[in-house]
């Protein structure tokens, strides 16, 4: 398998710079026998090679080794004292070893078995007698002495010469002087795209793509597999499993998926965490698992793979989910959340709230759960480093956490925008589409919904925050244009208000001063082609500053589930609420709602006798939802509260007496009502709610026949008249 080959090649590398280094060792260590720290390496070199073949399966080589560490080890311990013979023996134990690994490189195999004089020697030098030479055969003069070892060219081609370890300090300065050099290619070509020189010109585009290239090698050298990380866990997974008494199968699929190794060193923890949590809280006991008529061996799954320009992660079991009447219950308990709200949570708002920071169901401390450090943790280090966790759950049928990384921190593409006259930098991962409106669009596109502004985007409603706004500077641009930067954390959008919106650009990450790590909003620093600093934005913090998104320690019910939709007939829609007549909590979908209108009292006329008003170049018919269901309006104003109502190719203007607010809840405790023009009642944001009945609005509203319009159209145009076409 492609797997057990990369781990072949890992242990061929590793062992021969060990041995390389090993020759001089053991010359060096009978020179100081004394030396406990030389013979210490010694010992653990051997002792590597033994452990590691022995796991691949090559039983000539571990036997070898086996024998080899036995006599270090006595060495090692005072036992015995190293001699010359003792030393020649071992060199020459270390030459069969080499000559087996470079068998196993070329062959695949162990080859032809040639140490079996060899161990007999070994055997004999580790219960304590002299170690011989070995012996000649009759009629021939006294052995030849040992072969010396042969000098590193003679294995030209081998897999240790084709690769090369190097200190990670060193990779690291490296990666900044890459950083430094983008810098100064961003800044040339900043200076020359104001300058006309076909010299420079060609300089720019050469140094562009060099620097280009060398940034992509030097980050390739920074690219480890994830299997580096996961292979430590089937250990973990079977410590668990024996201590809880379970059986669990481990599978693991795109280990060799790579990303930076300080992501690696990032996720290591995490990653670890919620697999203990899999294997604790997640898969059943033997018992348990039978009794819902599952295999009694359980399935934790691990899969790993590339995906717009990220790492995706998901670690999935076959347990029994996540119970929500329990996670409830300890929320509560822990005054994580009031009863109030828990009671109004839908089964995967409340599996969700294992986010909140000191959240356990861990009935007592062990070794195991309960130690206070919980999936709020693994949240919150997943996000410093730009990623994301979701996590899904069906009861009786298992948990899945998804987890989506960046590939790297070091150098990552960005979004350079403007506010109050400083530039910013929005990292490409929150990015989701840039939108410009101008002129009257601005008026007709974008609404207030109780001072929140709104865009109307594809049949549904963004709110909009003001960078500007929210980082306390002076706006600068012009009141005609509004660039619009749509932002996405976990499920979640929102509009980001900018002055202005520059290009994409390659940016070098530099980490603020210890002084700004307390700042919320930023994630870090950069040099912008002119020299001049721009600060990069922590989406998810700008989102927690202006409202849009919660704090962690302002964490609210709806704001614990986050990216989770609720299961079928529980998840969340997106609803406007409003008044009329007697009826103080009214609802209806969002996405039927076309626009919010404040409309002049004056301006309402007649036709057919039913009210109608002129708007954007046609006639609208007005529906008074009070009198539609049968109550008295409120008193006569100035202005009419409008919900332009889109019923297909028509809108009609429906009459209420205060919009409430437009919100995402769950709809639950649902209750049919015989009431004429009334769906439902139901429970929304704890409020019991009616929900209007819009096709019976649409069938009572003075609705235009597209037909009969056509056919007027076409009196009006004069292939007839228009005598002709009224009815007699």
């Not at 053991?26 to 210490?40: C, I, S, T």
């Not at 300065?173 to 020189?197: F, H, I, K, S």
């Not at 007592?364 to 693994?378: C, K, L």
Request: aromatic residues 4%; contains cysteine; proline residues 5%.
């Amino acid at each position: 398998m492609m797997e057990d080959q990369e781990f072949v090649q890992e242990f061929l590398i590793e062992s021969n710079e060990n041995l390389t280094r090993l020759d001089g060792e053991m010359v060096e260590l009978e020179r100081r026998p004394d030396d406990h720290e030389l013979l210490a390496s010694v010992f653990r070199t051997v002792h590597t090679i033994k452990g590691t073949c022995g796991f691949l399966g090559f039983s000539r080589l571990e036997a070898l080794a086996h024998v080899t560490e036995d006599i270090l080890s006595d060495l090692r311990n005072g036992r015995r004292q190293l001699d010359t013979p003792l030393t020649s023996l071992i060199l020459e134990s270390v030459d069969a070893i080499k000559r087996i690994l470079r068998s196993i490189e070329t062959a695949s195999t162990e080859g032809e078995p040639f140490e079996s004089e060899l161990i007999p020697r070994l055997q004999q030098a580790r219960d304590g007698a002299t170690a011989a030479p070995p012996a000649a055969a009759p009629g021939t003069a006294v052995a030849e002495p040992p072969a010396a070892a042969e000098p590193a060219s003679s294995a030209k081609g081998a897999v240790a010469d084709s690769n090369l370890r190097v200190d990670v300090g060193l990779l690291d300065r490296l990666m900044n002087l890459v950083g430094e050099l983008v810098l100064t290619r961003n800044q040339l070509v900043q200076y020359n795209a104001a300058r006309d020189d076909s010299s420079l010109n060609a300089i720019s585009q050469r140094l562009n793509l060099i620097t280009t290239e060398l940034q992509e090698g030097v980050m390739k050298t920074r690219m480890q597999p994830i299997g580096l990380v996961w292979n430590k866990l089937p250990r973990v997974v079977r410590d668990l499993s024996t201590a809880l008494g379970k059986e669990i199968a481990l599978e693991m699929d795109g280990s060799d998926t790579e990303l930076d190794r300080t992501i690696l060193e990032a996720i290591k923890d995490p990653l670890t965490h919620i697999v203990r949590n899999s294997c604790d809280h997640g898969i059943e006991t033997p018992a348990g698992r039978l009794a819902r008529g599952k295999p009694v061996k359980g399935r934790l799954a691990l899969s790993a793979f590339h995906k717009g320009g990220h790492v995706n992660i998901e670690i999935g079991d076959d347990g029994g989910g996540i119970d929500p009447a329990r996670v409830k219950a300890k929320a509560v308990e822990r005054n994580l959340v009031s009863a109030g709200q828990a009671e109004r949570l839908s089964d995967a708002e409340a599996v969700n709230l294992v986010f909140l920071p000191g959240f356990s169901t861990a009935p007592m401390v062990t070794n195991i759960s309960g130690r206070g450090v919980g999936m709020d943790v693994v949240k919150t280090h997943i996000e410093r480093i730009g990623g994301t966790v979701v996590l899904s759950s069906q009861t009786g049928r298992g948990t899945v956490v998804s987890v989506k990384i960046p590939l790297t921190l070091a150098i990552i593409p960005g979004l350079v925008v403007s506010a109050g006259g400083e530039r910013f930098v929005i990292p490409q991962m929150n990015l989701h589409e840039l939108i410009r409106v101008e002129g009257e669009n601005i008026q007709s596109r974008i609404e207030y919904i109780h001072s929140t502004p709104v865009f109307r985007r594809r049949e549904t409603l963004l709110p909009l925050t003001d960078l500007s706004r929210i980082l306390g500077l002076a706006p600068d641009r012009r009141p005609d244009e509004i660039s619009i930067v749509v932002l996405q954390v976990d499920q979640h959008r929102f509009g980001l208000i900018v002055d202005s919106i520059s290009d994409s650009q390659e940016i070098v990450v530099k980490p603020l001063a210890l002084q700004f790590k307390g700042l919320n909003g930023y994630a870090g620093a950069t040099i912008m082609g002119d020299g001049r600093i721009a600060l990069i934005l922590d989406v998810p913090g700008i989102g927690q500053m202006s409202g849009m998104l919660a704090g962690a320690g302002q964490q609210t019910p709806a704001a614990a589930v986050a990216s989770h939709g609720g299961q079928s007939g529980d998840r969340r829609r997106s609803l406007l609420l409003f008044r009329a007549g007697s009826f103080g909590r009214l609802a209806m979908p969002l996405s039927q709602v076309a626009r919010l209108e404040k409309i002049a009292a004056s301006s309402v006329e007649r036709a057919a006798g039913r009210p109608v008003v002129q708007y954007r170049g046609r006639i609208l018919p007005l529906l008074s939802v009070a009198e539609f269901l049968g109550s008295a309006g409120a008193a006569e104003e100035d202005l009419l509260h409008v919900i332009i109502y889109r019923n297909g190719a028509s809108e009609l203007g429906l009459v209420v007496d205060e919009i409430i607010d437009a919100v995402e809840e769950a709809v639950t405790n649902r209750h049919g009502c015989g009431s004429s023009g009334l769906l439902a009642s139901a429970v929304v944001a704890g409020k019991i709610t009616d929900f209007l009945d819009l096709n019976a609005v649409a069938s009572r509203a003075c609705s235009t026949d597209p037909e009969s319009l056509h056919r007027l159209e076409a009196a009006l145009a004069g292939s007839r008249t228009l005598a002709e076409e009224v009815p007699a």
